[in-house]
């Protein structure tokens, strides 16, 4: 807030919450979005060894996803002891979107790669 007085820029409190917003909630989408295309890229090498044939991905897209779903309900469920923090059903849902959303592109990426 000071910071952007001394720039001299003015905006109102209000404005300044809801960017403040804007910003947590897309970087838990973007980060968590990261998260599940890391989760889908290590099961993938992980299980290409043992199985026959074609990569594993829609396999390594489930287990990615559930990998992170589980990450992104600990941290709420975490947040729910902070003192000032709540853990909300709908946080871990945008997180889950950030990560289905991401991880898919990922595969769908691989498997375009993989039929050439």
């Not at 404005?15 to 993938?44: C, D, E, M, P, T």
């Not at 990998?67 to 003192?83: I, K, M, R």
């Not at 000032?84 to 889950?96: C, E, K």
Request: proline share 3%; glycine share 8%.
């Amino acid at each position: 807030w000071r910071a952007l007085l001394a720039l001299h820029i003015r905006v109102s409190y209000v404005h300044l919450q809801w960017l403040n917003f804007i910003l947590r909630k897309s970087g838990h989408f973007i980060g968590y979005g990261v998260l599940g295309v890391l989760f889908v890229r290590a099961w993938l090498l992980t299980t290409r060894s043992t199985l026959e044939g074609h990569p594993p991905i829609a396999r390594a897209l489930v287990l990615g996803l559930f990998c992170t779903f589980l990450v992104a309900s600990a941290d709420e469920l975490h947040q729910h002891f902070l003192p000032g923090r709540t853990g909300a059903v709908h946080d871990v849902a945008l997180d889950m979107l950030g990560a289905a959303l991401l991880a898919s592109l990922f595969a769908k990426t691989l498997q375009r790669r993989a039929s050439k």
